[in-house]
């Protein structure tokens, strides 16, 4: 079993940042790709950013050049830098693991950007 908990989020004023942060614990030998997702009420959970075993990230259209994903494999934990929020980044945001091809999520963890 694969353990995620996220931890980070909050309210921010727009163009404001915040860094969120996940631990993953648990048999995550074998993890192909860390990543973020969001989701607001009424909407499929999205993909924010991913970042592979090779360091080769992927963001969404919405977040790049704002965001940075990263990951350290020595403490098994995954972060998005998040810079110059808008109000439509509110979301929970939700940890991604994919370990030997199955996916694991965290509890999902809320920013708000608002004034």
């Known amino acids: 079993q694969v353990q995620l908990v996220e931890s980070g989020g909050g309210l921010v004023q727009p163009g404001g940042s915040l860094t969120l942060s996940c631990a993953a614990s648990?048999?995550?030998?074998?993890?192909?790709?860390m990543g973020w997702y969001r989701q607001v009420p009424g909407k499929e959970r999205e993909m924010v950013a991913v970042i592979t075993g090779g360091e080769h990230e992927n963001y969404a259209e919405s977040v790049k050049g704002r965001f940075t994903v990263s990951r350290n494999n020595v403490k098994n934990m995954v972060y998005l830098q998040m810079k110059t929020l808008k109000p439509e980044d509110t979301a929970v945001y939700y940890c991604n693991f994919v370990v030997r091809g199955v996916a694991y999520w965290g509890q999902g963890t809320q920013v708000t950007v608002s004034s």
């Open positions: 648990g048999s995550i030998f074998g993890t192909n790709v």
